[in-house]
């Protein structure tokens, strides 16, 4: 594991600069970390709202064709039952 040691007065890429280490290992590092989270997952909701989307649109287009397929067999079917032949 690494460990690097930070002078009081740096501070890391994720947090706001003007918030110290110590700052940010204090009470108010609750606040820092859900807003850095929030951010964060703005970012992941959009790509997962994409994916969900996509589902939805597969999901119907399966939906239509299976109904479609559903419809076709059921004719087929009454037409062999009411046909002249009953066997085709």
């Known amino acids: 594991m690494y460990t690097f ?5 740096e501070t890391w890429a994720v947090w706001p600069n003007y918030v110290s280490l110590s700052e940010f290992t ?8 859900t ?4 951010y964060f997952f703005d970012g992941v909701r959009v790509s997962v709202n994409g994916v969900e989307d996509s589902i939805t649109e597969q999901l119907s287009l399966l939906i ?10 059921s004719n087929y079917k009454t037409t062999i039952e009411v046909g002249d032949d009953f066997v085709r």
């Open 35 to 38: 807003q850095i989270f929030r």
């Open 64 to 73: 239509a064709t299976m109904t479609n397929l559903q419809t076709t067999l």
């Open 26 to 33: 204090s009470s108010r590092s609750t606040i820092i970390v």
């Open 5 to 9: 040691h930070y002078d009081e007065s």
